[in-house]
DNA sequence: TAGATTGTTAATCGATTAACAATC
DNA sequence: TAGATTGTTAATCGATTAACAATC
């Protein structure tokens, strides 16, 4: 069960708010926006935000900036996000339909063209234009659209079970909003997203302003 | 703009992970539960296992692993998800919804007790028994509850202007999935959970896997 | 007892930050 | 030109991993 160790992983995760910002310049016309403006806008330090682009392989212009559409296109390249991805979503529920709905995964990239929900009351819908088809219908579908990146926002205990069958039909990578540790062969790419450690952050952070505000009081 | 600083954060963001394990392991009757196993489930090594668990304080026998029980209450405790919380949701929306009817947030003692949206059809209802109400009766809501924790998953257009209100209704802290990057007060915590960051680890690591590919090829 | 596992101390690794020359 | 900003090289910091004694 080896996976795809990323480098430069906290800078990866970085790069979209970057892109977010930059996009915006663009919109409001700007030829050129700099690492200092957007470490400002973000909170962050300014050598972090040349050191993370750098890895796009952006060239900026002292006293300038970066240029706006070349540093746009150097994320979205690096990233793969100039590339049409399509993929199935698995479950639509809240969750799913959210995410179906979502305009920013269109806007990089992400098309989802199926979806898929056990609730017979679902099945035939459409959500945000996205077709649903019946649990059934899951492994055919899969198959025939040729999908290969599913997005799994199932109940848990259905989340295993149906990577196994998301695997069989051609699934490659799956972004799993499930907290089940999925089994999967080695060659399929798993991308966790676990609400419960954001939630787990939040909590530490009320506990230390609580503790530092004891202190202060002393 | 100072933020609340976490140390061990990613020790943080893996415990409710090995939370979640002790429990099984308690409803499956275990007495204890070994860092080795827990490191095996999650593809971790054992050694960080050991170091995480040892910022709870919770204290393990050699050769048996980590009590069950105590496992669970230090974890909690140190997460503070042993008290309830209370809270409202900002957009009732698909994503607001779901984190409304999650049932996992009310494990760790996050009730939410409001949700506030802008469609006059939600007005009135109940999303899982949490009754919703309109935009305009945020500000005295939030002060009647006395709630000072809020979940803020409205369009991003909207994000700022109602965060500054949450601000001055009294919440203190802000769990935000919307990209925007929000302005508050010093003293107030926001938690970020930005879903593009997730996405692009999914894609870069769809392209690293591809480089592989083709290296394999030569 | 023997051996698996904990918990501590030290070493390594990687990410962040600092310093500063290059440059537009 | 003067000075802000880039990009590189080095230093620091923090997280992960290794080594190993303690112990049940």
Redesign the interface.
Known sequence: ?A??K?SY?PS??????YL?LAKQAQDHGDEYISGTMIAI???LEPIQVRKDLSITGIVGKPKRGYPVGPLIAAIESY???DTR?DAVVVGA???G???T??P??KQ?G?HIVAGFDADPEKVGATIYDTPIYAMDKLDERVQSLGVT?AVLTVPSAYAQDIATRLVAAGI??I?NFT?V?LKVPD?V?V?N?????????????????SL?KTADAE
């Open positions: 069960m996976r795809f990323v992983a990866v995760r970085r790069l979209p708010s977010l806008e973000l909170n990233l793969n996000w991805v529920g809240n969750l339909s959210a995410l709905g979502f920013g995964f990089h992400l990146v490659t990578a972004w907290n540790k060659e790419i991308q997203e676990d609400l419960s450690s954001g939630y787990a952050m939040l909590s530490i952070k009320r506990h230390l302003r530092m």
